[in-house]
T-cell receptor, first 114, second 113 residues
C-alpha cells in the first residue's frame, strides 16, 4: 500500500458525460501528479500540482481539468467524454515538486466510456 | 522529440534465471531515469532512480545501469521469482523547467516455474 488513495476504483459512463476522479496523497506529500494509461498510448503524464498550484502540464486535453485543494487532495475532471478516454487514471504524490523526488502511485481509477 | 524505447517488448524466462531489460532514450537535457515495476491493473512501483552522475544502482535483486553518453540504461534481474512477472517501465525526465517525463512502453516479463 503506497498511502495514496483514489476513488472511485471503477467508473462506467456514457459518451458526452462528465466525471470527477479523486485522489488523496500520502500524508506529508505536497505534490500530486495525474497520469493516464491506455492500451495504445501507454502511461502519459497529464498534470502536476504542488501545494495547491499548477506546476507542470503534460498531454492533458482541454476537456480535462484538475485542481488541488487546501487539504492537498486533488480532483481530475473529465468532460464531454469520448470512447478514447477509456483508460486507467493514476494519481501519484511526492514530498516535493522536483523531478528527482520519489513518486508513490495510487491504485488507479479504471474509467470505461460506453 | 523526446523518446524512450524499451526492448524487448516481452520476455519469458524460467524461475531462477537472470534477465536484462533495455531502455534507450533521446531526452535531453537529462535529469533522471527511473525504472518502475507495474503489476497488472495496479499502480507502478519505483525500483530505482538514477541521475546523470550515477551509473549503477541496486535494489535487492534489481540492478539498474546508466550510460548517459550513449543514452542507454538496463535493468538486470537476478535469480528471477514468479513474483517478478510484471511490466517494467523506463521513465526519463528532462532537466530545467517543468517536470514533463517521457515514458517507455514497457517490457512485459513472464516468469514460469
Amino acid at each position: 500500500d503506497s498511502g495514496v488513495t483514489q476513488t472511485p476504483k471503477h467508473l462506467i459512463t456514457a459518451t458526452g458525460q462528465r466525471v470527477t476522479l479523486r485522489c488523496s496523497p500520502r500524508s506529508g506529500d505536497l505534490s500530486v501528479y495525474w497520469y493516464q494509461q491506455s492500451l495504445d498510448q501507454g502511461l502519459q503524464f497529464l498534470i502536476q500540482y504542488y501545494n495547491g498550484e499548477e506546476r507542470a502540464k503534460g498531454n492533458i486535453l482541454e476537456r480535462f481539468s484538475a485542481q488541488q485543494f487546501p487539504d492537498l487532495h486533488s480532483e481530475l475532471n473529465l468532460s464531454s467524454l469520448e470512447l478514447g478516454d477509456s483508460a486507467l487514471y493514476f494519481c501519484a504524490s511526492s514530498v516535493d515538486a522536483g523531478a528527482a523526488y520519489e513518486q508513490y502511485f495510487g491504485p488507479g481509477t479504471r474509467l470505461t466510456v460506453t | 522529440k523526446n523518446q524512450v524505447e524499451q526492448s524487448p517488448q516481452s520476455l519469458i524466462i524460467l524461475e531462477g534465471k537472470n534477465c536484462t531489460l533495455q531502455c534507450n532514450y533521446t531526452v535531453s537535457p537529462f535529469s533522471n531515469l527511473r525504472w518502475y515495476k507495474q503489476d497488472t491493473g495496479r499502480g507502478p512501483v519505483s525500483l530505482t532512480i538514477m541521475t546523470f552522475s550515477e551509473n549503477t544502482k541496486s535494489n535487492g535483486r534489481y540492478t539498474a545501469t546508466l550510460d548517459a553518453d550513449t543514452k542507454q540504461s538496463s535493468l538486470h534481474i537476478t535469480a528471477s521469482q514468479l513474483s517478478d512477472s510484471a511490466s517494467y517501465i523506463c521513465v526519463v525526465s528532462p532537466s530545467g523547467g517543468s517536470y514533463i517525463p517521457t515514458f517507455g512502453r514497457g517490457t512485459s516479463l513472464i516468469v514460469h516455474p
